[in-house]
Nanobody, 124 residues
């Protein structure tokens, strides 16, 4: 599967952005999907994940829980990350990823496919 992330940009603290990750292929519904982020000099970190099909299972990092929401639209082969109440420390390049097992995971190693990243900058 190929992934294309979009929706990044510059926003003021307290604002919102919605990231989208469009997937190729007809088996998108079978994949667990995740969002990760990375800043220069730091490791890529988990943000959110959603399980396959209906996305009944979602996971969030403690730093974004209550502010970010992950969702999926299988008809559009797209996973979304709605980011509200953004903070300067949310500034990063955000990556989407697909997991063939389908559960969604906090672990980078669980994901076989990665998108190219979309940059989010939150100004104070």
């Amino acid at each position: 599967v190929q992934l294309q992330a979009s929706g990044g940009g510059l926003v003021q603290a307290g604002g919102s952005l919605r990231l989208a990750c469009a997937a190729s292929g007809r088996t998108f519904a079978n994949y667990g999907m995740g969002w990760f982020r990375q800043t220069p000099g730091k490791e890529r970190e988990f943000v959110a994940a959603i399980s396959w099909a209906s996305g009944a299972r979602t996971l969030y990092s403690d730093t974004v829980k209550g502010r970010f929401t992950i969702s999926r639209d299988n008809a559009k082969n797209t996973v979304y990350l709605q980011m509200n109440s953004l903070k300067p420390e949310d500034t990063a390049v955000y990556y989407c990823a697909a997991d063939q097992v389908g559960l969604g995971s906090r672990s980078l190693g669980a994901y076989e496919f990665w998108g190219q990243g979309t940059e989010v900058t939150v100004s104070s």
